[in-house]
Antibody, heavy 121, light 108 residues
Framework: QVTLRESGPALVKPTQTLTLTCTFS??????????VSWIRQPPGKALEWLAL???????YYSTSLKTRLTISKDTSKNQVVLTMTNMDPVDTATYYC?????????????WGQGTLVTVSS | EIVLTQSPATLSLSPGERATLSCGAS???????LAWYQQKPGLAPRLLIY???SRATGIPDRFSGSGSGTDFTLTISRLEPEDFAVYYC?????????FGQGTKLEIK
């Protein structure tokens, strides 16, 4: 079955760079149509879509955050990595990775449990 | 960028009642690529509806989605106690794949 799990630091300092890893199983990101997204949710607030990478290594980013985000994949390790530079306390949130339900344009059918990242000095 | 506006922000209903949640898009959503998710406290979102009207696997048939273009609706025909949660819409027709701000469905 499809599973995803986010990992990374629970606490980062302002101005630091955050690196999060999504480790998945049950599918290959080299399969045509497969896509993995990152989404975040500040405490008590709404979901915010951040970035997507597809099987063909095409990448898409949030308009407001694209200068700070980089998404990449390591197909051999079944991992997707998100980096976010210049972290600020407003970036405190639970960060989720998720896979599309089916190939191409598709809803997010499979989600990790999320990892809480706190930005504080 | 497509902005999704959900209404109402909070909906107070009783079990057994019908719930109607709306999601409006600032421009037409390509090919009705719109999804609805349910989120309960402390948990990841769960996909309910995709492609505007298709139920995800295991979702009860009291949940239904409709709409096209810029206006979409999630209907819960008869509320069960476990349906009280926050609901989000998301469009995935054009990047960035934005979410709405959510509707909280609470027990009256």
């Amino acid at each position: 079955q499809v599973t995803l799990r986010e990992s990374g630091p629970a606490l980062v300092k302002p101005t630091q760079t955050l690196t999060l890893t999504c480790t998945f199983s049950g599918f290959s990101l080299s399969t045509s149509g497969m896509c993995v997204s990152w989404i975040r949710q500040p405490p008590g607030k709404a979901l915010e879509w951040l970035a997507l990478i597809d099987w063909d290594d095409d990448k898409y980013y949030s308009t407001s955050l694209k200068t700070r985000l980089t998404i990449s994949k390591d197909t051999s390790k079944n991992q997707v990595v998100l980096t976010m530079t210049n972290m600020d306390p407003v970036d405190t949130a639970t960060y989720y990775c998720a896979r599309t339900l089916y190939g191409g344009n598709s809803a997010l059918g499979y989600w990790g449990q999320g990892t809480l990242v706190t930005v504080s000095s | 960028e497509i902005v999704l506006t959900q209404s109402p922000a909070t909906l107070s209903l009783s079990p057994g009642e019908r719930a109607t949640l709306s999601c409006g898009a600032s421009q037409s959503v390509s090919s009705s690529y719109l999804a609805w998710y349910q989120q309960k406290p402390g948990l990841a979102p769960r996909l309910l509806i995709y492609d505007a009207s298709s139920r995800a696997t295991g979702i009860p048939d009291r949940f239904s989605g409709s709409g096209s273009g810029t206006d979409f609706t999630l209907t819960i025909s008869r509320l069960e106690p476990e349906d009280f949660a926050v609901y989000y819409c998301q469009q995935y027709g054009s990047s960035p794949y934005t979410f709405g701000q959510g509707t909280k469905l609470e027990i009256k």
